[in-house]
């Protein structure tokens, strides 16, 4: 089963960064994002990238210009992920061949995503917008569109989420703090994806 879940890693730092990734992996979270207002985030995104680029999608978050696109294709990641809707940042990912996540809130904002190339709308923040906010703006998207639901989804509301339309989410300080051990990330996250094969194998 491929799990829709990215994981957010906001303020690993390189040292740890191949080790609580490689627990990601092994608990079966293969989208792993370094958000870049973390500490070295290239450095940490070069490290997974070359260690695990065969079993994840490893990127960065948080990404805000052009040149930093380039800069995480350097470091070998495929993942870009941004907290708003840039369609230059769109159109530099989709034209490095890598994936394109651009954080929405409004049908305004997934429409341009969309244009632009966009390979999956991240409805940000999740729990501004809500369940209900997903489900009335899905009713207009082109169907296949992907929707990651980002800031308010976890384990204990995955099903809402689903219902809704959503068909996958980024989880951030459920799996990962900076002083969290890769126990015990390894812990979250198999806790987490235990919840979701529940929720979507119904």
């Known amino acids: 089963m491929t799990r829709n879940i990215v994981a957010i890693l906001r303020g690993i730092q390189p040292p740890e960064a191949?080790?609580?990734?490689?627990q990601l992996i092994a608990a079966g979270i293969t989208k792993i994002e370094?958000?870049?207002?973390?500490?070295?985030p290239f450095d940490s995104i070069a490290l997974m990238a070359k260690a695990f680029s065969d079993k994840a999608l490893i990127g960065a978050g948080t990404v805000l210009s052009v040149q930093d696109v380039r800069l995480v294709l350097e470091a070998g990641g495929k993942l870009i992920v941004s907290p708003d809707c840039n369609p230059e940042v769109?159109?530099?990912t989709k034209a490095a061949g890598m994936l394109s996540y651009p954080g929405v809130l409004t049908p305004t904002e997934c429409f341009t995503a969309l244009r632009h190339g966009a390979d999956g709308l991240k409805f940000f923040p999740g729990v501004l917008i809500g369940s209900a906010g997903v489900q009335a703006i899905r009713a207009v998207l082109p169907k296949g569109t992907e929707v990651l639901a980002?800031?308010?989804?976890?384990?204990?509301?995955?099903?809402e989420w689903k219902n809704a339309g959503a068909d996958g989410f980024?989880?951030?300080?459920?799996?990962?703090k900076p002083g969290y051990s890769a126990a015990e990330v390894r812990e979250r996250a198999d806790s987490i994806v235990a919840?979701?094969?529940?929720?979507?194998?119904?």
């Not at 191949?18 to 490689?22: P, S």
């Not at 919840?195 to 119904?202: G, I, N, Q, S």
């Open 18 to 22: 191949v080790e609580i990734c490689g």
């Open 34 to 40: 370094v958000p870049l207002n973390s500490p070295q």
């Open 90 to 92: 769109i159109e530099a």
């Open 150 to 159: 980002v800031g308010g989804a976890g384990p204990d509301n995955f099903a």
């Open 170 to 176: 980024g989880i951030g300080s459920a799996l990962y």
């Open 195 to 202: 919840e979701y094969d529940k929720v979507f194998a119904e």
